[in-house]
């Protein structure tokens, strides 16, 4: 049996219910017995006597049968199917074993759900439709449809199951006992040499005997072309949160976005683009980088897929798009990909979450500007440039990544609302520098935002930096010495991280 691209089971197995007869037919009459030999003489001597009507035998009614009560509880139904998923996704055999009877011969069964390949759909069969074509494959009974689902598993194949529809079997006389009900249940599947897709599962199950007598699955018809996955990332791998969205001089001008991709569809794929879009409007188009355009462009696989699988770079921004983009406000961008075959067909994916917007600090009073391999490291967002923006006689040193995200050797400094300051005589850590600071951060407007200030001075009574702090009320307040905390490695600058306008 020749066999291309991946394959969905369907397998069909016997279902066996033994024949429930009705109650036995209760008689309609009572035979004559003999009449007694004096009667029969007290008869022939009264010829002249009218004889009497004799009285009509009543016919009984014949009890019902009994209506067969269902025992095939929907919840029971979904109990059985969850563990018949849960014992494929663990590589559980023995408790397939007792779900699938081995020894079953197969036959026919429900009809196929809608939507389904009806020409792939019967006997025994087992039909699968890739990007790029279909297979057939003969499963006679249990055994057979264990071992074809071994096969599926070590090729990493797993399931999630959607909640199932459970019928009565009404819809056939044949089959209407109450240990037996069908169903109906959706499928996602994914593999090494698949991509994911949903399958619908039909069949029937023995309440009684807790097995699944029958079990058949197809592929919903695939579109002709499909992001099938997507992942954005920065550059260290993270799960993309923030996009730096504003003009700068970093990788020729691009903001770099990283991630892997699969698209399935027949042909060949023509363009794979990254859209930028604030309050629905489309303000910025990425294009593939070079690596990742020869891998995507060109001709869909033998199963029916172009894809990247290792995080990678994957789209350049042009930043001076970002001119369309709202610099001056906290705020949030989506994400979509959309991709689009050699014959015009498009499928764009949305990516999840929406990410926050960072903007470049433009001021010259920057140390440390040693990130130019990272994409710079002076990304903030809107409202913490504005609020730096306005220190005087101050040097700012490290804010965030470009797109955030990690930012070794820091643990903070991912999301544009940490910055490292210096100002001359803080390295004294003495009654000044502390006067200084709080300059800095009370009394504005900006207090209640400040979330904590990391200072290297020692928490005791006689360091003259805690001496200035201890007893002294922010303009919010709260005690200084809660909000400026003590920390190591902060003795040549200090450390203030705000809060985020974008949780409120």
């Not at 470049?360 to 809107?382: A, T």
């Amino acid at each position: 049996m020749s066999q291309r691209g991946p394959l969905v089971i369907i397998a069909l197995l016997a279902f066996v219910v033994a024949d429930c007869s009705g109650p036995e037919t209760i008689p309609t009459s009572t035979p004559s017995q003999p009449e007694p030999a004096a009667t029969v003489a007290a008869t022939a001597t009264a010829v002249a006597s009218p004889s009497p009507t004799p009285e009509p035998t009543a016919t009984p009614t014949p009890a019902p049968s009994p209506t067969p009560v269902p025992i095939c509880q929907e919840a029971e139904v979904a109990g059985l199917l969850a563990d018949f998923v849960a014992a494929f996704n663990a590589a559980d055999w023995a408790r397939m074993s007792r779900l699938l009877p081995a020894e079953a011969a197969a036959q026919p069964s429900v009809p196929p759900a809608p939507g389904m390949d009806l020409s792939l759909f019967h006997g025994a069969s087992i039909a699968t439709a890739a990007y790029s074509g279909e297979t057939t494959v003969e499963l006679a009974n249990g055994a057979e449809l264990i071992a074809r689902l071994r096969e599926r598993h070590e090729l990493g194949e797993r399931w999630r199951r959607s909640e199932p529809s459970v019928q009565a079997l009404e819809h056939d006389p044949d089959r209407n006992e109450p240990d037996a009900a069908a169903f109906q249940l959706d499928v996602t599947r994914a593999a090494r040499d698949l991509s994911e897709r949903v399958s619908t599962s039909k069949g029937i199950v023995n309440c009684r005997a807790g097995t699944i007598v029958t079990w058949q699955m197809a592929d919903h018809p695939l579109p002709p072309v499909a992001v099938v996955s997507l992942s954005l990332n920065d550059i260290d791998g993270e799960p993309l949160r923030f996009l730096s969205a504003d003009e700068h001089p970093y990788f020729d001008g691009y903001t770099l976005v990283h991630g892997s991709i699969q698209v399935g569809g027949a042909g060949a794929l023509a363009s794979v683009t990254l859209e930028v879009l604030e309050r629905d409007a489309v303000v910025a188009i990425g294009e593939l980088e070079a690596a990742a355009r020869d891998a995507l462009i060109g001709p869909f696989d033998d199963r029916g897929v172009r894809e990247i699988t290792l995080t990678q770079p994957l789209f350049s921004i042009d930043s001076i798009q970002f001119q369309a983009v709202d610099r001056d406000t906290d705020g949030v961008l989506t994400l979509r990909v959309r991709a689009t075959t050699t014959d015009g067909l498009e499928a764009v994916f949305e990516y999840a979450t929406p990410v926050g917007k960072l903007v470049l600090y433009r001021g010259d009073n920057r140390y440390l500007l040693d990130e130019e391999g990272r994409g710079g490291n002076d990304w903030v967002q809107p409202s913490v440039r504005d609020i730096i923006a306005g220190w005087q006689d101050v040097t700012l040193g490290d804010f965030s990544d470009m797109n955030g995200g990690p930012f070794p050797p820091h643990v903070s400094h991912q999301e544009g609302l940490d910055v490292d300051v210096w100002f001359a005589g803080y390295n004294e850590l003495d009654a000044f520098a502390a006067e200084t600071l709080l300059s800095y951060i009370d009394g504005k407007e900006y207090t209640s935002r400040i979330v904590a200030v990391f200072v290297a001075y020692q928490p005791v009574a006689g360091d003259p930096f805690h001496d200035t702090l201890a007893g002294y009320t922010l303009s919010d307040g709260r005690p200084a010495l809660d909000v400026i905390l003590p920390e190591e490695g902060h003795t040549g600058h200090f450390h203030v991280r705000f809060a985020s306008l974008l949780d409120e």
